[in-house]
């Protein structure tokens, strides 16, 4: 079992900054992918961005990139997730998400504001 516990969400104006923080603990060295999903209301949970622990690569969704920015901190079994210049279109509950060979893991959400 894996649990994760997210952090850093709030209420931001439109432009700010917000880093989410994701901090995993129990079976973690079965752990080989790392995300960020969100969820706006009446929306579908969408992938944010992902990193790949096998071999670093990280990918974005074209919404996001050059903007957000996921990063890893092994030592703290914690994945970051960088936001900057949000815009209200941010607006979500952002979900942290790991995955092993055989079982998918989730967060309980934390949710970020964007103020117009």
């Known amino acids: 079992q894996v649990q994760l516990v997210e952090s850093g969400g709030g209420l931001v104006q439109a432009g700010g900054s917000l880093r989410l923080s994701c901090a995993a603990s129990?079976?973690?060295?079965?752990?080989?992918?790392m995300g960020w999903y969100r969820q706006a209301p009446g929306k579908q949970r969408e992938l944010v961005a992902e990193?790949?622990?096998?071999?670093?690569?990280?990918n974005y969704a074209d919404s996001v990139k050059g903007r957000f920015t996921v990063s890893r901190d092994n030592a703290k079994n914690t994945v970051y997730l960088q936001m900057n210049s949000l815009k209200p279109e941010d607006t979500a509950v952002y979900y942290c998400?790991?995955?092993?060979?055989?079982?998918?893991?989730w967060g309980q959400g934390t949710q970020v504001t964007v103020s117009s």
């Open positions: 990193a790949i622990t096998s071999d670093g690569t990280t």
């Open positions: 998400c790991a995955g092993s060979r055989f079982n998918v893991y």
């Open positions: 129990g079976s973690i060295v079965s752990i080989n992918y």
